[in-house]
């Protein structure tokens, strides 16, 4: 969120277009003052969507567009060797339609339950924010690769796992440590670094 697409947050965005947006504040505000953590706040979300139709949400999700050369980066990336991974403490709902259109290889992110084509108001959470850097770690370890061979794009530090080889913050939405940190409109920019750089992978 934010970074492929240009909904800085997949939850607020179907909030806003099933016009539950007061129950999405009511709950922010309970995480930020620590009175709930993150899965609690996911169910509680989720909660509010209850016995929506799994076809109204999709007809939502096809409304959000990619940030302007995602397609194209995925194009070069994949043509250079490199696997792509998205992970994500947003929903399965965008994450497996940018999978299927964008051929990513691999998606982690939160899967709204549906039963009989109705959100039952449950939700399974796999990503957990700002602990994304955990299912960063479970994915490389599932897959047998060493994460100091990874480089890691996103907006927030959440996303810029401290033991990725490069670390690139694209559109940052708060002060980031990071390796670079590109300012623009074109996911584009990240190749002219992420490109050559397999040169400083560890073997």
């Known amino acids: 969120d934010g970074t492929l697409i240009k909904e800085s947050s997949i939850w607020r965005f179907i909030h806003e277009q099933l016009g539950t947006l007061d129950a999405c504040e009511v709950n922010k505000r309970m995480y ?3 009175l709930i953590d993150y899965r609690e706040w996911a169910i509680l979300d989720a909660m509010a969507w209850k016995g929506v139709a799994e076809k109204k949400l999709k007809e939502i999700i096809s409304k959000v567009n990619y940030v302007k050369g995602v397609r194209e980066t995925f194009e070069t990336l994949k043509k250079n060797g490199f696997k792509i991974a998205i992970i994500s403490a947003g929903l399965t709902l965008i994450t497996d339609r940018i999978r299927e259109e964008l051929g990513v290889d691999y998606a982690l992110s939160n899967e709204l339950v549906f039963k009989n084509g109705k959100l039952t108001g449950e939700v399974k959470v796999s990503v957990e924010y700002p602990s994304k850097e955990k299912a960063f770690k479970r994915l490389v370890r599932e897959l047998g690769l060493n994460p100091c061979n990874c480089i890691a794009v996103g907006d927030t530090n959440a996303d810029l796992y401290k033991c990725c080889k490069l670390k690139i ?11 670079v940190v590109i300012q623009g ?6 190749l002219k670094y992420v490109l050559g750089f397999e040169n400083e992978f560890e073997t």
Do not use: H, M, S, T
């Open 32 to 34: 930020e003052q620590g």
């Open 169 to 179: 913050a694209f559109n940052p939405k708060e002060e980031v440590d990071a390796d």
């Open 185 to 190: 409109d074109d996911l584009r920019e990240i």
